[in-house]
T-cell receptor
Framework: QKEVEQDPGPLSVPEGAIVSLNCTYSNSAFQYFMWYRQYSRKGPELLMYTYSSGNKEDGRFTAQVDKSSKYISLFIRDSQPSDSATYLCAVSRQLTFGSGTQLTVLP | DAGITQSPRHKVTETGTPVTLRCHQTENHRYMYWYRQDPGHGLRLIHYSYGVKDTDKGEVSDGYSVSRSKTEDFLLTLESATSSQTSVYFC?????????????FGPGTRLTVL
């Protein structure tokens, strides 16, 4: 079993939609959870970072961690075409990445 | 890309030839990492360095070696390239090695081994 599982998509939504991206992980010892965004032919960049359980909000983005079910989510409100990218979840400590979900937001 | 450059950006080589990829940073960060990215696998850590001449293996280190003789440079060498090493290689840097230390990624090197 992979340490981090992520639905690769692709996911295509209309502009303005709420997007939900999800990962599951296997090791209950993980404490730090991150979401990276990767535009085509670019390196990943850190989008959000969460410690332990709970929610964290940054503008249109909300990261959520449910440690009881080992489930992490990223919600994007009012999605924009500029949000079209691959989103990778990652867990601590030596970063273990999910395989990424390719998102396309259609204008 | 946070003061990180990778060279070359693209390379095509033949099976059995040696290949060296270079990562250069201008941030004076202590930690440097090499990842490979393949469809369905996400990013996987190959090797990392926590200081000059201090390196350690990652998840997929077989067939790769690294060297760090200066803070700013981290080299990844494929001693004898194989087709399974066709991938996009990313270098990353961070100030520290804790999970809370953000990793900043370079632009990537696209390597094709024929």
């Amino acid at each position: 079993q992979k340490e981090v599982e992520q639905d690769p998509g692709p996911l295509s939504v209309p502009e303005g939609a709420i997007v939900s991206l999800n990962c599951t992980y296997s090791n209950s010892a993980f404490q730090y959870f991150m979401w990276y965004r990767q535009y085509s032919r670019k390196g990943p960049e850190l989008l959000m970072y969460t410690y332990s359980s709970g929610n964290k909000e940054d503008g249109r983005f909300t990261a959520q961690v449910d440690k009881s079910s080992k489930y992490i989510s990223l919600f994007i409100r009012d999605s924009q075409p500029s949000d079209s990218a691959t989103y990778l979840c990652a867990v601590s400590r030596q970063l273990t990445f999910g395989s990424g979900t390719q998102l396309t937001v259609l204008p | 890309d946070a003061g990180i450059t990778q060279s070359p950006r693209h390379k095509v080589t033949e099976t059995g030839t040696p290949v060296t990829l270079r990562c250069h940073q201008t941030e004076n960060h202590r930690y440097m990492y090499w990842y490979r990215q393949d469809p369905g696998h996400g990013l996987r850590l190959i090797h990392y360095s926590y200081g000059v001449k201090d390196t350690d293996k990652g998840e997929v280190s077989d067939g790769y070696s690294v060297s760090r003789s200066k803070t700013e440079d981290f080299l990844l060498t494929l001693e004898s390239a194989t087709s399974s090493q066709t991938s996009v290689y990313f270098c990353a840097i961070s100030e520290g090695g804790q999970a809370t230390d953000t990793q900043y990624f370079g632009p990537g090197t696209r390597l094709t081994v024929l």
